[in-house]
T-cell receptor, first 112, second 112 residues
């Protein structure tokens, strides 16, 4: 079952602009992860944020987590054409069940 | 370090045929999973394994079998292919299941 819901479903921006995508979830989590999928390829793990963290950075990526609102955002700064991809959030629920629960993804197009 | 290797990359089957999708990882990961990805449906978990000799069903297990005789290999068997199994299949592995997953490049399966 899908827990994460990404917003927006699709986003089109110009190179150099920032891209923000959001993810909402329904249950208590251990952590939330963001993945990127280029067209026709497998998913690549980008960043993980634990439930006790509020913000995390990795290069041009900034992830925030608001557990009170059960939501997360992924910000890509100074976007490049190579950032064109689909971005998925996935959550690991609190407790012993370690299965990832996936959202449906945001499709990002960065125009040169 | 090859990561997660999936074979074949493409396959066309006739309805009723059986086949095995291969997945191997060389990272000594305990957790391995099989997903299918369909347009508008996101990633759906078929089967997963938390270690050699241990497997369990995901959300869409019907028509598929798995086994995990070694830590490295986690093959997915289609018992009697149906057109509804036309999809892209991904294998993924994780050290402990709670952290990031490494994905294979996928198998695009068409059942006619």
């Amino acid at each position: 079952s899908q827990q994460g819901e990404e917003d927006p479903q699709a986003l089109s921006i110009q190179e150099g602009e920032n891209a923000t995508m959001n993810c909402s979830y329904k249950t208590s989590i251990n952590n939330l992860q963001w993945y990127r999928q280029n067209s026709g390829r497998g998913l690549v793990h980008l960043i993980l944020i634990r439930s006790n963290e509020r913000e995390k950075h990795s290069g041009r990526l900034r992830v925030t987590l608001d557990t009170s609102k059960k939501s997360s955002s992924l910000l890509i700064t100074a976007s490049r054409a190579a950032d064109t991809a689909s971005y998925f959030c996935a959550t690991v629920n609190a407790g012993n069940n370690r299965k990832l629960i996936w959202g449906l993804g945001t499709s990002l197009a960065v125009n040169p | 370090n090859a990561g997660v290797t999936q074979t074949p990359k493409f396959q066309v089957l006739k309805t009723g045929q059986s086949m095995t999708l291969q997945c191997a990882q060389d990272m000594n990961h305990e957790y391995m999973s099989w997903y299918r990805q369909d347009p508008g449906m996101g990633l759906r978990l078929i089967h997963y394994s938390v270690g050699a000799g241990i497997t369990d069903q995901g959300e869409v297990p019907n028509g598929y079998n798995v086994s995990r005789s070694t830590t490295e290999d986690f093959p997915l068997r289609l018992l009697s292919a149906a057109p509804s199994q036309t999809s892209v299949y991904f294998c993924a592995s994780s050290l402990q299941g709670i952290y990031g997953y490494t994905f294979g490049s996928g198998t695009r399966l068409t059942v006619v």
